[in-house]
């Protein structure tokens, strides 16, 4: 996502604000995060989507583990290897306890994310890394759910036929499937992982 791009989409979040008073969970204090997170989860919900095995899997598969959720695509010029790279190192540097956490990569581009470009993208990271696509209905489901913005966007400085715009969020839900926490765009590894450990420790 370019930073025009993210100046945009925080323009318009704050106008939905003024215009609803509907907050969204990122741009709430820690404070009113907590309360939030008590009350009706507003980030989060059911998907159901293809791993990168062709195995059809849903929100309810992963029980019992954190889930560490970003959603972009594997043609992502940068953004979504720093943020892959970012949330797959912190759950490595869990120790023990990345064994509680399942790192989750949703595709916004079916279309180009077929089940075996997910399976070789994946492969890069580390961390027990799963790739998610599926059919255009499951994959707007599964945002929707998760509140994630995207859209094509015609590239004329790349060959590539088009890129994604889209949100650049790591969401933390808890061993219920219930939002814990968000990480924004540029949070490094470190910071990340101290902040997973903290909401670990609540459970
Ligand atoms: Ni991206």
């Known amino acids: 996502m370019t930073r025009q791009n993210t100046l945009l989409l925080i323009a318009i979040a704050l106008i939905v604000i003024a215009a609803t008073g509907v907050a969204v969970p990122w741009l709430l204090s820690p404070a009113q995060q907590?309360?939030?997170v008590t009350g009706t989860a507003l980030v989060g919900g059911p998907f159901e989507l293809t791993d990168q095995d062709g195995k059809r899997v849903?929100?309810?598969d992963f029980r019992g583990k954190f889930m560490l959720v970003y959603?972009?695509?594997?043609f992502c010029p940068d953004v979504c290897p720093t943020e892959l790279q970012a949330m797959t190192t912190a759950v490595t540097r869990l120790g023990e306890d990345a064994k509680r956490v399942q790192p989750?990569?949703?595709t916004v581009d079916p279309e180009r994310d077929t089940v075996e470009q997910m399976k070789t993208y994946v492969s890069n990271f580390d961390g027990g890394l799963i790739g998610l696509t599926g059919s255009t209905e499951d994959i707007v489901k599964a945002t929707q759910a998760y509140r994630i913005y995207f859209a094509k966007v015609k590239d004329e400085s790349?060959?590539?036929e088009y890129l994604m715009d889209h949100t650049s969020l790591v969401f933390l839900m808890d061993?219920?499937?219930t939002?814990?926490?968000v990480f924004s765009y540029g949070t490094d590894a470190d910071t990340m992982a101290k902040g997973i450990k903290e909401e670990?420790?609540?459970s």
């Open 179 to 181: 939002f814990r926490r």
């Open 175 to 177: 061993e219920n499937g």
């Open 71 to 74: 959603f972009g695509y594997t």
């Open 58 to 60: 849903t929100d309810k």
């Open 200 to 202: 670990l420790a609540k």
């Open 104 to 106: 989750i990569f949703i």
């Open 34 to 36: 907590g309360s939030q």
């Open 158 to 160: 790349s060959s590539a």
